[in-house]
Structure formats: structure tokens, C-alpha cells
Nanobody, 124 residues
């Protein structure tokens, strides 16, 4: 049973930083490409970033490019999202997702596994 668990969310002031973690269990983490998504109230879920199995390839949405960094540690079975220069529009529930594929993943990928999400709130 594959499980993903996000952590690291919370309340932060605009301009601040947070680091989200996604802990994986129940499978072979190094075989999964990983993604981060977010969903703000009243809005559709939005792709943020993805990373290949080995970490050598990353993709970002225009909304977060240059501010967020996705990474992973296959030995620890964790994926991370470093979020810098946060603004109120970044307020959302953030989800990590995993897809067991060697192919590049992105906003159109149908990720197989999802976490429960962690709330990020940015105050002005």
C-alpha cells in the first residue's frame, strides 16, 4: 500500500519561506516521478512542479518558477518543495503525487498516488 504524507505547511507572512516534505512508504520511491500540486479555495487543482525519478529533470509552472524548488532524497524516500518569496496567492492546500514512470511528468500526467495535503496560508 503506497502512502504519501505531506508536512511542513503552516502560516507564514508574505515574503517568507516554507519547506514542504512528502514522505513516501509502501513502494519503491526511486521508481516514481513526483509532483506537487495545490488547490486554493474555489479554484481547480493546479500543477506546481515535478521531478524525475533520479532528480535530474524538473519542471515548474510559471506561477512558481524562480521562487519554488522541487527536490528529492531517494534514500530517505522524501520529496521536498522549498517555497520562497511567498505571497497571498500561494495560499492553498498543497499535495504531493507520485507516478511510477520513467517518462517525464507534468501537468497532464495522471498521477497514481496522492497525499492528503498540507495547508499553506500566507498572510499579507
Amino acid at each position: 500500500q503506497v502512502q504519501l504524507a505531506e508536512s511542513g505547511g503552516g502560516l507564514v507572512q508574505a515574503g517568507g519561506s516554507l519547506r514542504l516534505s512528502c514522505a513516501a512508504s509502501g513502494g519503491t520511491f526511486s521508481r516514481w516521478s513526483m509532483g506537487w500540486f495545490r488547490q486554493a479555495p474555489g479554484k481547480e487543482r493546479e500543477f506546481i512542479a515535478s521531478i524525475s525519478r533520479g532528480g535530474g529533470s524538473t519542471l515548474y509552472s510559471d506561477a512558481v518558477k524562480g521562487r519554488f524548488i522541487i527536490s528529492r532524497d531517494n534514500d530517505r524516500k522524501n520529496a521536498y518543495l522549498q517555497m520562497n518569496d511567498l505571497n497571498t496567492e500561494d495560499t492553498a492546500v498543497y499535495y504531493c503525487a507520485a507516478e511510477p514512470t520513467i517518462l517525464s511528468v507534468g501537468p497532464r500526467t495522471e498521477f497514481r498516488y496522492w497525499g492528503q495535503g498540507t495547508q499553506v496560508t500566507v498572510s499579507s
